[in-house]
């Protein structure tokens, strides 16, 4: 099952612009995470925010957690052409094993 | 301490013939996750093993799909009779924790598995 859903599905900016992601999700979880992946890699753990969490930073990423409407963003500030990469939200499923789930993703691109 | 290690990195078979992938996870941990990736697509789950268990397959197909985390050695997802819609990329993951606080995981690099 497909737990996390991004938006925009791809981003295209200027190298310093800010990125922002969205990421919506529909039961109930314990934690939210992202991750970032680059062309032909494995994924790379970024940030984790918890449900009683509403907002979390680390050095140019800055997430949001909505509980009440089953949302997070992730905002890169000052991107720069080595962001460029896939992000992944991702949630724990509480059913069985608590497995984590990822969303679909969004494919950002930095221009120089 | 070196972090999870997939192998082969890429695997081509011609169909009906075997896919046998390896994972080992970071030191220390005993919780092993696999996802399966199409090209421009996320991460689909298929299985979450701790040490000689199954914990939880949801997402494997009911055939032709296997997988093992034995007491000793690394964990392997298993594809029999190989068709052409199983070429993707298969990611291992692993983590020191499960349950309720699994939290981080550690990924590796993946296999591609390509089918003729």
């Known amino acids: 099952s497909q737990q996390g859903e991004e938006d925009p599905q791809a981003l295209s900016i200027q190298e310093g612009e800010n990125a922002t992601m969205n990421c919506s999700y529909k039961?109930?979880?314990?934690?939210l995470q992202w991750y970032r992946q680059n062309s032909g890699r494995g994924l790379v753990h970024l940030i984790l925010?918890?449900?009683?969490?509403r907002e979390k930073h680390s050095g140019r990423l800055r997430v949001t957690l909505d509980t009440s409407k089953k949302s997070s963003s992730l905002l890169i500030t000052a991107s720069r052409a080595a962001d460029t990469a896939s992000y992944f939200c991702?949630?724990?499923?509480?059913?069985?094993?608590?497995?984590?789930?990822f969303g679909a993703g969004t494919r950002l691109f930095v221009k120089a | 301490n070196a972090g999870v290690m997939q192998n082969p990195r890429h695997l081509v078979r011609r169909r009906g013939q075997e896919a046998r992938l390896r994972c080992s996870p970071m030191?220390?941990?005993?919780?092993v996750y696999w996802y399966r990736q199409l090209p421009e697509e996320g991460l689909k789950f298929m299985v979450y093993?701790?040490?000689?268990?199954?914990?939880?397959e949801s997402g494997m197909p009911k055939e032709r799909f296997s997988a093992e985390f034995p007491k000793e050695g690394p964990s392997i997802l298993r594809i029999q009779q190989v068709v052409r819609g199983d070429s993707a990329a298969y990611f291992c993951?692993?983590?020191?924790?499960?349950?309720?606080?699994?939290?981080?995981?550690?990924f590796g690099e993946g296999s591609r598995l390509t089918v003729l």
């Open positions: 993951a692993s983590s020191p924790r499960g349950g309720l606080d699994t939290g981080e995981l550690f």
């Open positions: 039961t109930s979880i314990n934690n």
């Open positions: 925010i918890r449900s009683n969490e």
């Open positions: 991702a949630t724990d499923e509480k059913t069985g094993g608590f497995k984590t789930i």
């Open positions: 030191k220390g941990h005993s919780h």
């Open positions: 093993l701790q040490k000689e268990n199954i914990i939880d």
